[in-house]
Nanobody, 126 residues
Framework: EVQLVESGGGLVQPGGSLRLSCTAS????????MGWFRQIPGGEREGVAG????????IYADSVKGRFTISLDKTKNTVDLQMNSLKLEDTAMYFC???????????????????WGQGTQVTVSS
């Protein structure tokens, strides 16, 4: 019923930047926990970043802290992920997620969400 759609993925060299965007129809993103998660084929799923109006500040995985920034654009009804200083290990499929039934503070660890997007591929290669 709620459809999340990601965009902005692509191929980038190490040290480069990408900006991912997540949109939704009939759903106000800023009212809910919103986050980005990533999955390596055959590998682990990792919580990357989360944002919530009821939280003092966004949350980030240690591996991306200082390089990635999550933000909400209430006018455009999007949640974005600005990715700078990209590394080879950032290569993954990135998924947008909405709502955190297990709580926001632990969301990057529990990785439980009510809605998921289809994913957008980010490839960092030299």
């Amino acid at each position: 019923e709620v459809q999340l759609v990601e965009s902005g993925g692509g191929l980038v060299q190490p040290g480069g930047s990408l900006r991912l965007s997540c949109t939704a129809s009939g759903y106000t993103l800023s009212n809910h926990c919103m986050g980005w998660f990533r999955q390596i084929p055959g590998g682990e799923r990792e919580g990357v970043a989360g944002i919530y109006v009821g939280a003092a500040r966004p949350i980030y995985a240690d591996s991306v802290k200082g390089r990635f920034t999550i933000s909400l654009d209430k006018t455009k009804n999007t949640v974005d992920l600005q990715m700078n200083s990209l590394k080879l290990e950032d290569t993954a499929m990135y998924f947008c997620a909405a709502e955190c039934p297990g709580g926001f503070g632990s969301w990057l660890r529990t990785m439980r969400a009510n809605y998921w997007g289809q994913g957008t591929q980010v490839t960092v290669s030299s």
